[in-house]
């Protein structure tokens, strides 16, 4: 889409792999999806005409958002927007006729609104990827690096969205399984992305990792995180990793606090699935989906990351930049005061 990133999957012909797949055993099925995963079918651009109705989700441990998303409400009702609230947003607001439980309801929705930050829009994203339902992220928090529009300047920008002028990014995501026994018995998708990481005393937890089926590094230390391009700027980063382009199409294997000299970040093609196996004690470690989601894991466990079919549809205005953005949201130094 013109003036979009759109991050597609590595398609590799048959000839390329044979039969490497087959030859993974437990891995095969996962090395398939991710090289070849299905067509999604949702739109490839919902702006072919005026927008018909959006829905609206505020996170409501935001201190303004209950009052944003009633404007916002009555705002798009004048505009004789058709108007749909997620339900802890619809009680919040006083409308349970406009209650609609996502990501089942949403036929005759062209795009949601999120209230929140990054961590409301990465909720928002697990929960309606497999729709191809695009996202409009408002700030309402600090940072806000994933979200399109700050939250003073939501009713200046939205108007270009209703008419239909918006861009669509696409970003990549990761399938997250657990596998125990040789059976997955957990499985999510990832934005950002997916750590194992030790318990709360002040010990190492081992874990060995391989990549596509091969060994490639063995860690004792903090954990390790497998991130997507766009997780590279979240946690990843925080732990000594490089910042990557959502356009690249790859992964990124970073540890966390290994007791090396020589730990670095490991970047891997995105069509080859990461296993993370525990070894040793295994007392406290969880795993944890974009750092809201989680469970616990057990000696032996295997928790196996793979580029996922689905992907998030971001809502941009003409000319988003991913170089402005992040010049302008992660400084020299840090976080701007209040960002």
């Not at 006729?97 to 005759?108: I, K, Q, W």
């Not at 980063?237 to 910042?243: K, N, T, V, W």
């Not at 382009?245 to 990461?274: F, K, N, Q």
């Not at 996922?308 to 976080?335: I, Q």
Request: neutral net charge.
């Amino acid at each position: 889409m013109p003036g979009g990133t759109t991050v597609a999957p590595t398609r590799l012909a048959p000839s390329a792999w044979g039969g490497y797949a087959a030859g993974l055993g437990e891995y095969g099925q996962l090395l398939e999806r991710a090289v070849h995963p299905p067509v999604n079918t949702a739109a490839t651009d919902p702006y072919q005409r005026p927008v018909r109705g959006v829905a609206v989700h505020a996170n409501l441990d935001k201190a303004d958002a209950v009052a944003v998303a009633r404007r916002l409400l009555a705002w798009l009702e004048d505009r004789g927007t058709c108007v749909r609230l997620t339900p802890d947003t619809a009680g919040a607001v006083g409308r349970a006729d406009l209650r609609v439980s996502l990501p089942d309801g949403t036929d005759g929705l062209d795009f949601l609104i999120v209230l929140g930050g990054d961590g409301s829009l990465l909720g928002a994203a697990r929960l309606v990827a497999a729709r191809g339902l695009p996202l409009l992220g408002v700030n309402l928090g600090r940072l806000g690096f994933l979200t399109e529009v700050e939250g003073p300047e939501l009713f200046a920008a939205l108007p270009l969205f209703l008419r239909g002028e918006g861009e669509i990014e696409e970003r990549a995501m990761l399938r997250v399984q657990v596998r125990r026994g040789g059976v997955a018995v957990w499985e999510r998708l990832a934005l950002n992305e997916a750590v194992v990481s030790k318990g709360p005393f002040a010990r190492t937890v081992g874990v060995q990792v391989r990549v596509g089926g091969q060994p490639v590094a063995a860690y004792g230390g903090d954990g390790v995180i497998v991130a997507t391009p766009t997780g590279s700027t979240a946690y990843s980063l925080s732990a000594g990793g490089p910042i990557v382009h959502p356009g690249v199409d790859t992964l990124l294997i970073t540890p966390i606090c290994a007791h090396t000299l020589y730990a670095r970040t490991l970047a891997v093609p995105s069509s080859e699935p990461i296993a993370v196996r525990l070894a040793g004690d295994a007392t406290g470690t969880v795993l944890t989906i974009d750092g809201h989601e989680g469970v616990p894991l057990e000696r032996d466990d295997e928790v196996v990351a793979a580029l996922a079919a689905e992907r998030v549809r971001l809502l941009r205005r003409p000319g988003w930049n991913f170089y402005r953005v992040l010049s302008a949201k992660l400084p020299e130094g840090g976080l701007r005061d209040g960002g």
